[in-house]
Protein backbone atom coordinates (compact mmCIF):
# COMPACT_ATOMS: atom_id res chain seq x y z
CA UNK A 1 0.00 0.00 0.00
CA UNK A 2 1.02 3.73 -0.90
CA UNK A 3 1.30 6.40 1.55
CA UNK A 4 0.67 10.02 1.24
CA UNK A 5 4.72 10.57 1.47
CA UNK A 6 5.38 7.87 -1.36
CA UNK A 7 3.56 10.25 -3.87
CA UNK A 8 6.95 11.55 -5.19
CA UNK A 9 8.18 8.30 -5.58
CA UNK A 10 5.09 7.09 -7.05
CA UNK A 11 5.04 9.94 -9.43
CA UNK A 12 8.43 9.75 -10.99
CA UNK A 13 7.45 7.19 -13.69
CA UNK A 14 7.38 8.69 -16.85
CA UNK A 15 7.37 11.98 -17.95
CA UNK A 16 6.77 14.94 -16.38
CA UNK A 17 3.28 15.99 -16.15
CA UNK A 18 1.88 19.21 -17.83
CA UNK A 19 3.09 21.65 -20.45
CA UNK A 20 5.02 19.36 -22.35
CA UNK A 21 5.42 19.90 -25.85
CA UNK A 22 3.69 17.72 -28.23
CA UNK A 23 4.22 17.24 -32.10
CA UNK A 24 6.26 20.96 -31.19
CA UNK A 25 3.09 22.10 -29.98
CA UNK A 26 2.71 24.26 -26.96
CA UNK A 27 -0.66 25.05 -25.45
CA UNK A 28 -0.10 27.53 -22.34
CA UNK A 29 -3.46 28.93 -23.44
CA UNK A 30 -5.61 25.84 -22.06
CA UNK A 31 -5.15 24.44 -18.30
CA UNK A 32 -5.93 20.82 -16.81
CA UNK A 33 -8.19 22.01 -13.71
CA UNK A 34 -8.74 19.05 -11.54
CA UNK A 35 -11.44 19.83 -8.97
CA UNK A 36 -11.10 18.04 -5.59
CA UNK A 37 -10.94 18.84 -2.17
CA UNK A 38 -8.86 17.57 0.82
CA UNK A 39 -11.54 14.80 1.76
CA UNK A 40 -10.81 13.22 -1.68
CA UNK A 41 -6.70 13.48 -1.07
CA UNK A 42 -7.06 9.59 -0.53
CA UNK A 43 -7.59 9.31 -4.57
CA UNK A 44 -4.29 11.30 -5.50
CA UNK A 45 -2.34 9.27 -5.45
CA UNK A 46 -3.90 6.50 -8.04
CA UNK A 47 -5.66 9.38 -9.82
CA UNK A 48 -2.04 11.44 -10.57
CA UNK A 49 -0.68 7.97 -11.34
CA UNK A 50 -3.10 6.51 -13.56
CA UNK A 51 -2.85 10.48 -15.31
CA UNK A 52 0.79 9.70 -15.82
CA UNK A 53 0.76 6.27 -17.04
CA UNK A 54 -2.10 7.13 -19.57
CA UNK A 55 -1.41 10.52 -20.39
CA UNK A 56 2.56 10.79 -20.05
CA UNK A 57 2.41 13.62 -22.98
CA UNK A 58 -0.32 15.42 -21.93
CA UNK A 59 0.45 19.14 -23.01
CA UNK A 60 -1.27 20.87 -20.53
CA UNK A 61 -0.15 22.79 -16.98
CA UNK A 62 -2.32 20.47 -14.68
CA UNK A 63 -3.44 22.42 -11.22
CA UNK A 64 -5.40 20.60 -8.47
CA UNK A 65 -7.59 22.43 -6.40
CA UNK A 66 -7.31 21.88 -3.03
CA UNK A 67 -8.25 23.22 0.38
CA UNK A 68 -5.57 23.44 3.45
CA UNK A 69 -3.07 20.72 1.64
CA UNK A 70 -0.38 21.05 -0.23
CA UNK A 71 0.58 17.66 -2.03
CA UNK A 72 4.09 17.55 -3.46
CA UNK A 73 3.26 15.98 -6.90
CA UNK A 74 5.62 16.53 -9.50
CA UNK A 75 4.49 18.81 -12.43
CA UNK A 76 1.12 19.51 -10.24
CA UNK A 77 0.01 22.52 -9.15
CA UNK A 78 -1.89 22.52 -5.86
CA UNK A 79 -3.75 25.69 -5.24
CA UNK A 80 -5.07 25.53 -1.76
CA UNK A 81 -7.83 27.93 -1.68
CA UNK A 82 -9.17 27.40 2.03
CA UNK A 83 -11.43 25.11 4.00
CA UNK A 84 -15.30 25.68 4.58
CA UNK A 85 -16.41 27.02 1.12
CA UNK A 86 -18.73 25.56 -1.18
CA UNK A 87 -18.10 24.08 -4.57
CA UNK A 88 -18.89 27.01 -6.35
CA UNK A 89 -16.82 29.15 -4.04
CA UNK A 90 -13.83 27.09 -5.01
CA UNK A 91 -13.92 26.71 -8.35
CA UNK A 92 -14.51 30.65 -8.34
CA UNK A 93 -11.27 31.11 -6.41
CA UNK A 94 -9.46 28.46 -8.84
CA UNK A 95 -10.29 30.33 -12.19
CA UNK A 96 -8.80 33.60 -10.58
CA UNK A 97 -5.84 32.00 -10.14
CA UNK A 98 -5.60 30.37 -13.28
CA UNK A 99 -4.03 32.75 -15.97
CA UNK A 100 -5.29 30.72 -19.33
CA UNK A 101 -8.44 31.60 -21.13
CA UNK A 102 -9.26 28.07 -21.79
CA UNK A 103 -9.60 25.04 -18.83
CA UNK A 104 -10.43 21.18 -19.14
CA UNK A 105 -12.07 20.94 -16.26
CA UNK A 106 -12.17 17.76 -14.38
CA UNK A 107 -12.78 15.82 -11.52
CA UNK A 108 -10.44 13.77 -9.05
CA UNK A 109 -12.59 10.62 -9.25
CA UNK A 110 -12.75 10.52 -13.56
CA UNK A 111 -9.84 7.89 -12.89
CA UNK A 112 -8.31 7.40 -16.72
CA UNK A 113 -9.03 3.39 -17.78
CA UNK A 114 -6.96 3.21 -20.98
CA UNK A 115 -4.31 5.82 -22.93
CA UNK A 116 -5.38 8.94 -23.77
CA UNK A 117 -4.94 9.92 -27.60
CA UNK A 118 -3.19 13.50 -26.86
CA UNK A 119 -3.49 13.83 -30.81
CA UNK A 120 -7.03 14.13 -30.76
CA UNK A 121 -7.34 15.78 -27.41
CA UNK A 122 -5.44 18.68 -29.23
CA UNK A 123 -7.26 18.75 -32.25
CA UNK A 124 -10.48 19.19 -30.30
CA UNK A 125 -8.86 22.13 -28.40
CA UNK A 126 -8.00 23.69 -31.67
CA UNK A 127 -11.41 23.34 -32.92
CA UNK A 128 -12.62 24.61 -29.42
CA UNK A 129 -10.44 27.90 -30.13
CA UNK A 130 -10.97 28.08 -33.86
CA UNK A 131 -14.94 28.03 -33.80
CA UNK A 132 -14.85 30.35 -30.03
CA UNK A 133 -16.82 27.47 -28.10
CA UNK A 134 -17.75 27.94 -24.86
CA UNK A 135 -17.72 24.60 -23.58
CA UNK A 136 -16.83 21.52 -25.53
CA UNK A 137 -17.35 18.03 -23.49
CA UNK A 138 -15.01 15.31 -23.70
CA UNK A 139 -17.34 12.54 -23.10
CA UNK A 140 -21.31 12.24 -24.36
CA UNK A 141 -22.53 12.41 -20.87
CA UNK A 142 -24.75 13.47 -21.94
CA UNK A 143 -23.90 14.24 -25.70
CA UNK A 144 -24.90 16.34 -28.47
CA UNK A 145 -28.47 16.97 -29.56
CA UNK A 146 -27.23 18.25 -32.72
CA UNK A 147 -25.37 17.20 -35.86
CA UNK A 148 -22.86 20.59 -37.06
CA UNK A 149 -23.06 19.98 -40.89
CA UNK A 150 -19.25 18.72 -41.77
CA UNK A 151 -18.33 18.36 -38.19
CA UNK A 152 -17.86 14.28 -37.15
CA UNK A 153 -16.63 14.81 -33.83
CA UNK A 154 -19.18 16.49 -32.11
CA UNK A 155 -22.00 17.82 -31.96
CA UNK A 156 -24.04 21.04 -30.48
CA UNK A 157 -25.73 21.22 -27.29
CA UNK A 158 -29.31 22.35 -27.68
CA UNK A 159 -29.54 25.07 -25.21
CA UNK A 160 -33.08 23.38 -23.98
CA UNK A 161 -30.95 20.20 -23.16
CA UNK A 162 -30.89 18.54 -19.81
CA UNK A 163 -27.47 18.80 -18.09
CA UNK A 164 -26.53 21.02 -20.93
CA UNK A 165 -24.20 21.99 -18.14
CA UNK A 166 -22.12 19.34 -16.02
CA UNK A 167 -19.47 18.79 -14.10
CA UNK A 168 -18.35 15.96 -16.63
CA UNK A 169 -14.22 16.48 -18.12
CA UNK A 170 -15.05 19.70 -20.60
CA UNK A 171 -12.80 21.91 -22.13
CA UNK A 172 -14.43 25.52 -21.17
CA UNK A 173 -14.11 29.10 -22.07
CA UNK A 174 -13.24 30.34 -18.48
CA UNK A 175 -15.00 33.80 -18.77
CA UNK A 176 -18.10 31.39 -19.89
CA UNK A 177 -17.43 29.51 -16.60
CA UNK A 178 -17.15 32.03 -14.36
CA UNK A 179 -20.53 33.85 -15.16
CA UNK A 180 -22.30 30.70 -14.86
CA UNK A 181 -20.91 30.33 -11.55
CA UNK A 182 -22.66 31.29 -8.48
CA UNK A 183 -21.35 31.52 -4.58
CA UNK A 184 -22.48 29.07 -2.89
CA UNK A 185 -23.93 26.05 -4.96
CA UNK A 186 -22.95 22.89 -4.82
CA UNK A 187 -21.59 21.27 -7.82
CA UNK A 188 -24.92 19.60 -8.44
CA UNK A 189 -26.89 23.04 -8.16
CA UNK A 190 -24.45 24.17 -10.80
CA UNK A 191 -25.24 21.35 -12.80
CA UNK A 192 -28.97 22.07 -12.71
CA UNK A 193 -28.53 25.90 -12.27
CA UNK A 194 -26.34 26.25 -14.60
CA UNK A 195 -27.90 24.66 -17.49
CA UNK A 196 -30.65 27.13 -16.73
CA UNK A 197 -28.45 29.86 -16.79
CA UNK A 198 -26.39 28.93 -19.76
CA UNK A 199 -29.56 29.40 -22.01
CA UNK A 200 -28.64 32.74 -23.17
CA UNK A 201 -25.26 31.43 -24.74
CA UNK A 202 -24.73 29.68 -27.95
CA UNK A 203 -21.54 27.54 -28.42
CA UNK A 204 -21.64 24.41 -26.31
CA UNK A 205 -20.73 20.93 -27.69
CA UNK A 206 -20.28 17.21 -26.66
CA UNK A 207 -17.99 14.98 -28.34
CA UNK A 208 -19.80 11.64 -29.70
CA UNK A 209 -17.54 9.17 -29.13
CA UNK A 210 -15.14 9.34 -25.37
CA UNK A 211 -12.33 11.41 -26.02
CA UNK A 212 -11.22 11.34 -22.34
CA UNK A 213 -11.48 7.72 -21.62
CA UNK A 214 -12.69 7.69 -17.82
CA UNK A 215 -15.95 6.14 -18.68
CA UNK A 216 -17.42 7.10 -15.12
CA UNK A 217 -16.62 8.25 -11.77
CA UNK A 218 -15.22 5.75 -9.39
CA UNK A 219 -16.96 7.26 -6.03
CA UNK A 220 -20.46 8.41 -4.90
CA UNK A 221 -21.36 9.98 -2.03
CA UNK A 222 -18.17 9.70 -0.90
CA UNK A 223 -17.75 5.80 -1.38
CA UNK A 224 -16.12 3.27 -3.54
CA UNK A 225 -18.05 1.62 -6.12
CA UNK A 226 -17.56 -1.89 -5.53
CA UNK A 227 -16.47 -2.50 -9.45
CA UNK A 228 -14.06 0.16 -9.12
CA UNK A 229 -12.46 -0.82 -5.55
CA UNK A 230 -11.97 -4.02 -7.17
CA UNK A 231 -10.40 -2.90 -10.33
CA UNK A 232 -7.90 -0.47 -9.28
CA UNK A 233 -6.96 -1.73 -6.27
CA UNK A 234 -5.55 -4.54 -8.25
CA UNK A 235 -3.08 -1.88 -10.13
CA UNK A 236 -0.80 -0.75 -8.00
CA UNK A 237 -1.39 2.68 -8.46
CA UNK A 238 -2.01 3.42 -4.42
CA UNK A 239 -5.34 2.94 -3.70
CA UNK A 240 -6.06 2.99 0.01
CA UNK A 241 -9.53 1.04 0.86
CA UNK A 242 -9.07 1.88 4.77
CA UNK A 243 -9.38 5.59 3.94
CA UNK A 244 -12.49 4.94 2.17
CA UNK A 245 -15.46 2.26 2.09
CA UNK A 246 -17.33 0.63 -0.56
CA UNK A 247 -20.73 0.62 -1.01
CA UNK A 248 -22.83 -1.94 0.36
CA UNK A 249 -24.91 -4.20 -1.43
CA UNK A 250 -27.55 -2.28 -0.86
CA UNK A 251 -26.30 0.99 -1.67
CA UNK A 252 -25.28 -0.67 -4.67
CA UNK A 253 -29.03 -1.49 -5.83
CA UNK A 254 -30.21 1.74 -4.32
CA UNK A 255 -28.29 3.69 -6.82
CA UNK A 256 -28.68 1.51 -10.54
CA UNK A 257 -32.27 2.12 -9.38
CA UNK A 258 -31.56 5.79 -8.95
CA UNK A 259 -29.51 6.09 -12.30
CA UNK A 260 -32.25 3.48 -14.09
CA UNK A 261 -35.34 5.71 -13.02
CA UNK A 262 -33.54 9.26 -12.77
CA UNK A 263 -33.64 9.85 -16.53
CA UNK A 264 -37.89 9.45 -16.80
CA UNK A 265 -37.66 11.31 -13.27
CA UNK A 266 -35.84 14.27 -14.57
CA UNK A 267 -38.68 14.71 -17.49
CA UNK A 268 -41.75 14.22 -15.16
CA UNK A 269 -44.05 17.54 -14.40
CA UNK A 270 -42.51 19.39 -11.04
CA UNK A 271 -45.67 18.59 -9.27
CA UNK A 272 -45.33 14.71 -10.12
CA UNK A 273 -41.76 14.88 -8.87
CA UNK A 274 -42.55 16.60 -5.95
CA UNK A 275 -45.29 14.11 -5.26
CA UNK A 276 -43.05 11.11 -5.82
CA UNK A 277 -40.11 12.47 -3.35
CA UNK A 278 -40.84 10.83 -0.05
CA UNK A 279 -41.06 7.19 -1.65
CA UNK A 280 -37.68 8.31 -3.15
CA UNK A 281 -36.70 9.43 0.29
CA UNK A 282 -38.14 6.40 1.90
CA UNK A 283 -35.63 3.80 -0.41
CA UNK A 284 -33.01 6.20 -0.02
CA UNK A 285 -32.69 7.48 -3.49
CA UNK A 286 -32.65 11.12 -2.39
CA UNK A 287 -30.75 12.52 0.67
Known amino acids: MISPLDIDHQMQEGASLGGEDVAG?????????????????????????????????????????????????????????????????LMIRALDAIDSPY?????????????????????????????????????????????????????????????????????????????????????????VNGTKRSGEYDGFAAVWLDALPYWHHVVERGKWFPWDAWQFSRLDIGVNLSARSVMSMGETVRYAIHKTTGRYVARMPKKLRRALKPLARLLGMVG
Not at 169 to 182: G, I, K, M, P, Y
Open 25 to 89: LSLPDCTLLISSCDRYADLWIPYFTLLRRRWSDCPFPVVLITEDQFPAIQGVRALGLGSGLDWSS
Open 103 to 191: VLLTLEDFFLRKEVDSARILALFEEVQRKQLRMLRLIPRPGPTTVIPGVSEYGAIASTALYRVSTQASFWHVETLRQLLVIGETAWEFE
